[in-house]
C-alpha cells in the first residue's frame, strides 16, 4: 500500500441537525469551517491544535481526527507508523452545531486521501456510512460532507440526499457560552410518545423539506416539533426560552442539534437582523449562510 507524500488538507463545515420535527434525519450545512492538514510520518503522533477547543481535545489517539482517520485506514487495510496533524477549529465543541461530525468526517476524507487509490476504494456513499457508524447518527456527518439540506436515513448503512436551499433563508445562530451533552439530551427522550405527537411531527418535517427548498413563507409552521425539543428542555432552560421568546415573536426558532445552541431559519436579511438584535448577553449571535458545498479535500 502506497501513503501519498505529500500532507492532505481539508475543509468542513459546521452543521445544524433535526431543524425542529426532522429529528435525526434532517440536516444543513453552515459556513463556519475548521480545517484539518495530515501528513503521513514514519513514526510517532504530532498533533496541533489552534482555536476552539485547543486546550480540551486529547493529543493523542483518542483526538477524533486520529480516531476517524484509524478507523478509516483499517477499512483501507493499512496503518501508517505516524502521523502529524494540524488543526484550525472554528466549530465551537458541545453546543449543537455539529463539531464532532466535523472532526469525523475530516479524518476519514483526509485518512482516504492519503491512500493513493482511496477514492477508489471507499468511495463517498461508503465514506459517509463510515462517517455515520463513527458519529453513532447519519445526520450531521452527511450535511458536513455534501452540503446544502441533506435529508439521511439508516438502510444498511447512512444513506442521504442533498437539496439547494431557498436563496432567502439566512440562518442565524445564537450561541450560548456554555455546552450542553449530546448524551445527557438523549437520554432525556421518552420511549414512545403519543400517535398525534408522531403524526403532527411527521407531517411538519415533510412540510420542512419544501419550506426551505421554495416555500419559505411555511417556515414557521414547518419548524414546530413534538417530538423531543420540550422533553429535553430541562438540560437546556435558557435556550428553551429563547426558542420560545423567538417564536412568540414569530420566528422560526428551535434547538440546534442536541443543543444548547438556538438556530433561527431567518426568512431574508431583515428578519435575521432582528433575531441577531435579541442576542441575550454573553451569548454570540451568528449568520451564518448556507454552505451548499460540504466538505472539501483542499490541494
Ligand atoms: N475538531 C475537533 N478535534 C477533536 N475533537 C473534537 C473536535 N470537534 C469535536 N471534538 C470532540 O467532540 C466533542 C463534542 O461533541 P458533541 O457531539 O458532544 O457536540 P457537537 O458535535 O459540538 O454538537 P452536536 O453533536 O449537538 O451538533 C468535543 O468535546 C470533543 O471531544
Ligand atoms: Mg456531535
Redo the contacts with the bound molecule.
Keep these: 500500500m502506497i501513503f501519498s507524500a505529500t500532507p492532505a488538507r481539508v475543509r468542513v463545515p459546521a452543521?445544524?441537525?433535526n431543524l425542529g420535527p426532522g429529528f435525526d434525519a434532517l440536516g444543513l450545512a453552515l459556513a463556519l469551517h475548521?480545517e484539518?492538514e495530515a501528513r503521513v510520518a514514519g513514526t510517532g503522533l504530532v498533533i496541533n491544535?489552534e482555536g476552539?477547543?485547543a486546550d480540551?481535545?486529547?493529543t493523542g489517539e483518542a483526538?477524533?481526527?486520529v480516531h476517524a482517520m484509524r478507523r478509516t485506514f483499517d477499512v483501507l487495510d493499512t496503518q501508517p507508523g505516524g502521523l502529524a496533524l494540524n488543526?484550525i477549529?472554528r466549530?465551537?465543541?458541545?453546543?449543537?452545531?455539529?463539531?464532532?461530525?466535523?472532526?469525523i468526517v475530516?479524518g476519514v476524507l483526509l485518512a482516504r486521501a492519503l491512500v493513493t487509490d482511496g477514492v477508489e476504494r471507499l468511495p463517498d456513499g461508503e465514506a459517509l456510512a463510515l462517517a455515520s457508524e463513527i458519529?453513532g447518527h447519519p445526520d450531521?456527518v452527511a450535511a458536513c460532507l455534501i452540503g446544502g439540506l441533506t435529508v439521511a436515513w439508516l438502510a444498511d448503512g447512512a444513506r442521504a440526499v442533498r437539496r439547494d436551499v431557498d436563496p432567502a433563508v439566512t440562518p442565524v445562530v445564537l450561541i450560548p457560552p456554555f455546552?450542553?451533552?449530546?448524551?445527557a439530551?438523549r437520554g432525556l427522550l421518552p420511549d414512545s410518545v403519543p400517535h398525534r405527537d408522531a403524526a403532527f411531527t411527521a407531517g411538519r418535517a415533510a412540510l420542512l423539506v419544501a419550506a426551505l427548498t421554495g416555500t419559505p413563507q411555511a417556515l414557521f409552521d414547518a419548524t414546530e416539533d413534538r417530538l423531543h425539543q420540550t422533553y429535553r428542555a430541562p438540560v437546556m432552560p435558557q435556550s428553551a426560552q429563547l426558542v420560545a421568546g423567538l417564536r412568540g415573536a414569530g420566528h422560526p426558532a428551535v434547538i440546534?442539534?442536541?443543543?444548547p445552541t438556538v438556530l433561527v431559519l431567518a426568512r431574508g436579511a431583515a428578519e435575521a437582523q432582528a433575531v441577531l438584535s435579541a442576542t441575550p448577553d454573553d451569548w454570540t449571535g451568528l449568520a451564518l449562510p448556507v454552505d451548499p458545498v460540504g466538505a472539501q479535500i483542499i490541494s
Design positions: 452543521t445544524s441537525a475548521d484539518v491544535v476552539e477547543g480540551e481535545v486529547p483526538h477524533l481526527v488543526c477549529n466549530i465551537p465543541h458541545g453546543r449543537g452545531l455539529g463539531s464532532s461530525a466535523a472532526a475530516a458519529e450531521n455546552t450542553a451533552s449530546t448524551e439530551a440546534s442539534g442536541a443543543g
